[in-house]
T-cell receptor, first 116, second 114 residues
């Protein structure tokens, strides 16, 4: 079964510093990986995805993620953090459904706090 | 705003009452999903529609839960005889049919069962 692990409940970083939010995955077959962000009392907003191709994926708001097949990781990164990046971040993997189609299996989330 | 809307945004109900939530997906998306998110957890899959057909239901979806998507447009999720354990954020998402496309999430309906 597909699964995702986010080992850090919270990541603290100073504004202007680089940030990394970690994600490791377990899938059978080729992984389809996603990052979403959630602000308080809001739904999830899509940031970026890896389907195939270049291991470095660029997404919204200056975020990028690096796919590493040997380490089964898909860490989210940003070169310079902003206070407005403070939110809850979810890593997800596509999982196939027995009836056809697919769903997303999410990690438990990482709270990012960017301080001045 | 992703283009997926949900109504209501908040619902407070007493244990034992029935509640119904509505989701309006992006119009050209033929796939629709319901997820449930509890505090400190990521969203968990509940059910999936392709057009009007409900193709998959999670074991999380007890007999008290039912979902419909008449005419393949909006969807409703009904919970009968609510229990305190049903308190959660209920999220709807939609996507087009092509493989690999991300899901677009609505703002969610927060249910509180007293």
């Amino acid at each position: 079964a597909q699964s995702v692990a986010q080992p850090e409940d919270q990541v603290n970083v100073a504004e202007g510093n680089p940030l990394t939010v970690k994600c490791t995955y377990s899938v059978s077959g080729n992984p389809y990986l996603f990052w979403y962000v959630q602000y308080p009392n809001r739904g999830l907003q899509f940031l970026l995805k890896y389907i195939t191709g270049d291991n470095l994926v660029k997404g919204s708001y200056g975020f990028e993620a690096e796919f590493n097949k040997s380490q089964t990781s898909f860490h989210l990164k940003k070169p310079s953090a902003l206070v407005s990046d403070s939110a809850l971040y979810f890593c997800a993997v596509r999982a196939l459904l027995t009836g056809g189609g697919n769903k997303l299996t999410f990690g438990t989330g990482t709270q990012l706090k960017v301080e001045l | 705003d992703t283009g997926v809307s949900q109504d209501p945004r908040h619902k407070i109900t007493k244990r034992g009452q029935n509640v119904t939530f509505r989701c309006d997906p992006i119009s050209e998306h033929n796939r629709l999903y319901w997820y449930r998110q509890t505090l400190g957890q990521g969203p968990e899959f509940l059910t999936y529609f392709q057009n009007e057909a409900q193709l998959e239901k999670s074991r999380l979806l007890s007999d008290r839960f039912s979902a419909e998507r008449p005419k393949g447009s909006f969807s409703t999720l009904e919970i009968q005889r609510t229990e305190q354990g049903d308190s959660a954020m209920y999220l709807c998402a939609s996507k087009p049919g092509q493989a690999g496309n991300e899901q677009f999430f609505g703002p969610g309906t927060r249910l509180t069962v007293l």
